[in-house]
C-alpha cells in the first residue's frame, strides 16, 4: 500500500511494526519481520533516511517511530513534487517530439517491432497513452496478448478514454471469450460483433494505429503507424467494419444481446426518394405535408442510422442497404 511513496513491503511491514508498537528494539523487529537482526537493522536505516523511524535514546539498538501523519505527509509532498518535475519533463520532451513530426520523413511513418514480448508492450504502451478514444478490430487469433491480459484497456477507461471494439463472432466464442465481454460492456465499452473481422488492429486518438504482421505461425511481428495516409485507411477501415458490426449490449440480467439496428419508416424512405431525386428540403417537406425541422430531423436520424456524415454517403448507404432501389432497377 505504501509502495507509491518508495516503501517495498519488507520496509512497510517494519514500519506497520512500530506503529503498533510505538518503540522496539532490533531483535523484536527481526522477529517480526523474520529476517536476521543484521538485515531488520539495515531495514530500519532505510526507514530512518525516509524520516519515519528515529534511534531511541534508551539504546542504540532501539528503535522509535516517527508521528506517521506528520512523516508520511512529508514524504507525500516530496513525491507530489517529483511526479510535478515528471511531468513538466514530458511535456517538453512530447512537445519536442510535436515539433521534430511537424517535419516527417517518409522512414518515420510507420515502425516494426517484433517479438511476442515487444509487441505486447507496445500494445500496452499505445493504450497508456491514448487520451480519448480507443478503436480496435478482434480477430479470434490473438498475436501477442489476450483481452485477460490487457491490463491498459481498464486503466484507460478509468481515466475516461472511450473505446469502440469490432469482435469477430469466434473470438466471443473463445475460452474466457464471454467473460471478457461482458466485463468490456460492464465498464461501459461500446462492443460490435461481425462473422468476419479482416484483420486485428488498434487505432489511438486517430494519431497512432497497430497492425500484426505475418501470421499466427510466425513469431509475433506488428507494424506501428503514425499520422500519414496509411494511418487515413487504417482508420476508414475501422469505421467501415464498425458501421457493418451488430452492436452489442448487456441487459439487466447481465445478458448480452444483440440490439436490432434501427431501420428507416415510411415517411424516411419517401423524404429519402425525394432528396436522391433532387428536391430541396423545403419542396420536399412542402410535397409530404412535413414541416421543414421535421424533415431535417428525419435526415439526421438517417445519417445516424447509416454511420455516416455527409448526405453524399447517406444517399450511397440508401441504394446500398436496399432502402431504395436504383433506376431501372
Not at 35 to 46: F, K
Not at 117 to 136: M, Y
Request: proline share 4%.
Amino acid at each position: 500500500m505504501l509502495g507509491a511513496i518508495g516503501l517495498d513491503d519488507v520496509q512497510e511491514t517494519a514500519y506497520r511494526t512500530l506503529v503498533a508498537l510505538g518503540a522496539a528494539d532490533v531483535d523484536e523487529v527481526a522477529l517480526r519481520l523474520g529476517v536476521p537482526a543484521r538485515d531488520a537493522g539495515r531495514v530500519l536505516r532505510r526507514l530512518e533516511g525516509h524520516g519515519l523511524v528515529a534511534r531511541s535514546p534508551a539504546g542504540p539498538d532501539r528503535w522509535v517511530v516517527a508521528p506517521p501523519a506528520a512523516a508520511l505527509s512529508a514524504l507525500l509532498t516530496s513525491r507530489r513534487h517529483e511526479l510535478a518535475r515528471a511531468e513538466r519533463a514530458a511535456a517538453a520532451l512530447a512537445a519536442e517530439f510535436r515539433a521534430e513530426e511537424g517535419r516527417p520523413s517518409v522512414h518515420d511513418a510507420v515502425e516494426v517491432v517484433a517479438g511476442a514480448s515487444a509487441v505486447a508492450q507496445r500494445f500496452l504502451q499505445l493504450q497508456f497513452g491514448a487520451r480519448s478514444e480507443v478503436c480496435a478490430l478482434v480477430t479470434h487469433r490473438p498475436v501477442a496478448i489476450t483481452g485477460g491480459e490487457n491490463t491498459a484497456e481498464e486503466e484507460a477507461v478509468g481515466r475516461g478514454v472511450a473505446y469502440r471494439v469490432v469482435l469477430e463472432r469466434e473470438a466471443v466464442a473463445a475460452p474466457d471469450g464471454m467473460d471478457e465481454l461482458v466485463a468490456a460492456l460492464d465498464r461501459g465499452e461500446q462492443v460490435r460483433v461481425t462473422d468476419r473481422v479482416p484483420t486485428t488492429l488498434v487505432v489511438a486518438d486517430r494519431e497512432l494505429a497497430m497492425v500484426p504482421l505475418g501470421d499466427a505461425r510466425t513469431e509475433p511481428a506488428a507494424l506501428v503507424v503514425h499520422v500519414s495516409g496509411l494511418l487515413e485507411a487504417l482508420t476508414g477501415l475501422f469505421e467501415n467494419v464498425w458501421r457493418q458490426a451488430m452492436p452489442l449490449r448487456l441487459d439487466d440480467a447481465g445478458t448480452v444481446t444483440e440490439q436490432v439496428p434501427e431501420q428507416p419508416d415510411g415517411t424516411d424512405l419517401r423524404i429519402l426518394s425525394l432528396l436522391l431525386a433532387g428536391l430541396t428540403d423545403t419542396t420536399a417537406a412542402r410535397q409530404l405535408g412535413l414541416g421543414l425541422r421535421t424533415v431535417q430531423r428525419r435526415v439526421k436520424r438517417l445519417m445516424e442510422i447509416a454511420g455516416v456524415t455527409t448526405r453524399l454517403q447517406l444517399g450511397w448507404q440508401a441504394y446500398e442497404r436496399g432502402w431504395v432501389a436504383r433506376d431501372g432497377a
